[in-house]
């Protein structure tokens, strides 16, 4: 009896030495929450397990009230709508049922561990924002979106990001500055939206990036300064924008670099230093506008930049020091060509300019081209009006070239791979070129000839590597 009465004495001593409280409590009305702690327990307790319901008061209570709280147990609860002004914003508002509700638990760091409802659908806004002492979330299957800021600032956070298939949207700066996250980004494959800067500085996340064929819209900066990722970038073909600064400074993605045939918009400074992106670079003749500094310090890239004739305007510095670049293929309408759009082209040998009017371009337009060995194609017939051109003059090689035949070769094939309804399609404008599958650990699973025209290919659902003449492209079924 001793002995038992000394062990309780040492647990005792132990809990009030680690200052762990433990609470568990049924709410059987939703907004009585602090009527079932004491005043004491309120400022004491440490792990809280909940049952029953609760609302946007009881979260204001928690945060507000509750200050010793590190670990939170919601699996429990169900979440109902409350319409007032005792939630946890300043404002009499309608707070839904089945949601963390906006600025829930805001700012409270001293909370490492949530376990949320397993019926929860909504996430609100800023609802864990600047939780910096949260070390990990796990979402449930039940959850569709996530709201603005709802996990901005809150640096604690670690390991991979894992959504559910059922997440749908992620808001603007959704986990903006989660800058200890440092495992792989997994995101929904029922996803449609991610807001600007959703993941704007989680600088630790590694790996590949993969945005799911189901995103049809990306805000500005939702990647930006994502310097973590190290493998390849894989594109929506359900894009048919990549705004402002969507990948800028994300310098370690590496591979080559499709973009879809849905895309008509790259905006300013898209993928401006993504450094590692590496090989061709070939637009689809979806493309019609590329903006300033989109492709600026992608000095990784090489061989061939081909601009489309669907492309009607290049921003100020879009390829600047992309020094790599051997041949460029300028669109036939293209008028004007702004300052340093092609500078720091130290290894171009090769340019081809299409239109027969010699678009505008300035004193910086292709600074640092070698004007001395660098050939310049123009249209048959056009040699003596380019020659006269304010600065493409500069050019010492001018030859012409009937770009008639060139154009369909350089520009108007279209050989794209992605999927649809669960099919890989290939499009192919030629029938000479093979399709080999491979496996993602290189094992060769099939080869075909390309028909011209569109090929429907069933495979299992995994991921795939497609080589396509000379392009390879990663596929995810």
């Known amino acids: ?77 169900g979440i109902v709508s409350y319409s007032g002004a005792e939630g946890t914003t300043s404002s009499a508002i309608t707070y839904p049922a089945n949601e963390i509700p906006q600025r829930g638990l805001y700012n409270k760091n001293g909370l490492k561990t949530i376990t949320l409802p397993i019926s929860l659908t909504s996430i609100g806004d800023m609802a864990f924002a600047s939780c910096s002492g949260l070390s990990g979330i796990t979402f449930p299957a039940s959850l569709v979106t996530v709201g603005q800021s709802a996990f901005s600032n809150c640096s604690g956070l670690k390991g991979d990001m ?48 993969v945005i ?36 800028a400074n994300c310098s370690v993605l590496s591979g080559s670099l499709v973009i879809p045939g849905s895309v008509t918009v790259i905006g300013p400074d898209a993928f ?34 081909t601009i489309p004739n669907s492309v009607t305007s290049i921003g100020a510095a879009a390829f600047q020091y992309c020094s790599y670049i051997e041949e460029l293929y300028l669109s036939k309408n293209i008028s004007t060509i702004p300052q340093s759009t092609f500078g720091g082209f130290y290894a171009l040998n090769i340019v081809k300019a299409t239109n027969p009017v010699p678009p505008a371009i300035t004193s910086t337009t292709f600074s640092g081209v070698p004007y001395s060995t660098c050939t310049l194609y123009v249209p048959i017939g056009k040699k003596a009006v380019y020659k006269a051109a304010s600065y493409w003059s500069n050019f010492q090689i001018v030859s012409e070239m009937d770009f008639t035949a060139a154009t369909s070769n350089a520009v108007n094939n279209k050989n794209d791979v992605y999927t649809t309804n669960g099919q890989l399609i290939v499009e192919c404008s030629q029938s000479d070129a093979l399709i080999q599958i491979y496996s993602v650990t290189g094992q060769l699973i099939k080869v075909l000839q390309c028909q011209e025209g569109k090929l429907a290919i069933d495979l299992p659902n995994s991921m795939y590597i497609i080589r396509l003449g ?8």
Request: glycine fraction near 8%.
């Open 470 to 477: 000379n392009h390879f492209h990663k596929i995810i079924l």
């Open 212 to 247: 799911p064929n189901s995103v049809t819209a990306m805000g500005e900066s939702s990647f930006k300064n994502c310097y973590g990722f190290t493998g390849t970038l894989t594109l929506s073909n359900s894009l048919t924008e990549i705004s402002t600064a969507t990948f």
């Open 272 to 305: 401006s230093s993504c450094e590692k992106l590496s090989g061709s670079l070939t637009f689809p003749n979806s493309v019609t506008t590329i903006g300033e500094g989109a492709f600026h310090w992608c000095y990784g890239l090489s061989g061939t930049l």
């Open 162 to 209: 894992v959504f559910p298939n059922s997440v749908t949207d992620i808001g603007a700066s959704a986990f903006y500055q989660c800058s200890s996250l440092d495992g792989n980004l997994s995101l929904s494959s029922s996803l449609k939206t991610i807001g600007s800067s959703a993941f704007s500085y989680c600088t630790k996340l590694k790996g590949n990036l």
């Open 1 to 77: 009896m001793k002995n038992i009465i000394l062990l309780l004495s040492l647990f005792l001593l132990n809990t009030i030495a680690s200052g762990q409280v433990s609470k568990t409590v049924n709410v059987g009305t939703a907004g009585t929450l602090n009527t079932l702690l004491t005043s004491t327990e309120a400022t004491t307790v440490t792990d809280l397990t909940i049952s029953g319901s609760i609302d946007a008061r009881d979260f204001k209570f928690m945060r507000d009230n509750m200050t010793a709280l590190i670990s939170l147990d919601l699996s429990g609860v």
